[in-house]
């Protein structure tokens, strides 16, 4: 049963009218920004998840529909949380135990849970202007919001297209050229507003560029990437093959993507830690430029 069928439900539990004060978020706009503390009572804030794909969830162990929901969504969970996706779930509770023992027993095993146990008095709630549960708001890797209230077959209609239909394109920090994760129609345009490059192709060369920020519209997609310049000498990394971490020659900039564009690790130094990467092939981008490896 989707979360849809429940809605009608779901209106027994409305906010007070003090929380109306706050317009209804729709698609497009920013989500805002938070802080809320998780189970053991430490701050975890909405914005550390940006540059992934975000379901904000409102729901309470008390509401029944919320309950049927979450045992849709946990296997959509696992299935694209390491392409990417993740889940901040917001408890309308005004008990702890309650709370927790729902987690556990719904198997919500996502790390990002948060409750200030007001209830509907709840400051996030009001922020987002919730009206009934359960409530959810999907945002994209830069925390605007694409879709309302999906059920579990919109949600997963839209994670298949955002990592395996959408054009994605890497590194953020570039030298050399921009790769596309597949043929694309693309515009970059300079600080000055002013396209500079413009095409159609699975790469561009931007060496020509000068240094400096620029935006790339990718099918309509408008995103931001940052061209850099290399140092000498020219670092190169070893093995090519990794257990636990890669070598750089000298300290550098580097970054690590997934083959769908993701990027998992950025950072500078000469040692890339790559014991949280799963099995398979990956493009590792030092200094911006392009290099591929396989973590064992």
């Not at 198997?107 to 409530?135: Q, R, T």
């Not at 959810?136 to 694409?146: D, R, T, W």
């Not at 290399?230 to 083959?259: G, H, K, M």
Request: glycine share 6%; hydrophobic share 40%; charged share 25%.
């Amino acid at each position: 049963m989707s979360r849809h069928f429940f809605l009608g439900f779901s209106m027994l539990f409305l906010l007070t009218w003090s929380t109306l004060s706050h317009a209804r978020l729709k698609i497009g706009d920013q989500a805002p920004d938070f802080t809320i503390l998780n189970q053991e009572g430490k701050p975890i804030k909405l914005s550390s998840l940006r540059g992934n794909v975000v379901l904000v969830d409102f729901w309470a162990s008390w509401c029944m529909p919320c309950r049927m929901a979450n045992t849709e969504i946990v296997p959509v969970y696992h299935k694209y949380a390491s392409l990417g996706f993740d889940m901040f779930s917001i408890s309308l509770d005004s008990k702890k135990e309650p709370w927790i023992n729902a987690i556990r027993n719904d198997k919500m095993d996502w790390p990002h849970h948060g409750s200030d146990f007001k209830g509907w008095e709840s400051a996030v709630a009001k922020l987002y202007a919730i009206e009934s549960l359960p409530s959810s708001f999907l945002l994209n890797e830069n925390g605007i919001i694409i879709a309302l209230d999906p059920d579990e077959y919109d949600l997963e209609k839209k994670l298949q297209e955002i990592f395996y239909k959408q054009v994605h394109f890497f590194p953020i920090l570039a030298s050399e050229k921009i790769q596309f994760t597949a043929k694309a129609k693309y515009d970059i345009v300079n600080d000055k507003g002013v396209s500079v490059l413009k095409g159609k192709s699975d790469e561009v060369d931007i060496t020509g560029l000068a240094q400096g920020p620029y935006t790339i519209k990718v099918d309509e997609v408008v995103s931001k990437f940052q061209k850099i310049g290399v140092e000498s000498p020219t670092p190169t990394f070893y093995p090519a093959r990794v257990d636990d971490a890669i070598t750089i020659s000298r300290d550098a900039q580097f970054e690590v993507y997934t083959l769908i564009g993701k990027r998992m690790i950025q950072g500078k130094g000469s040692n890339v830690d790559c014991t949280m990467l799963r099995s398979g092939s990956y493009y590792l981008c030092i200094e911006g430029r392009i290099f591929s490896f396989f973590k064992k």
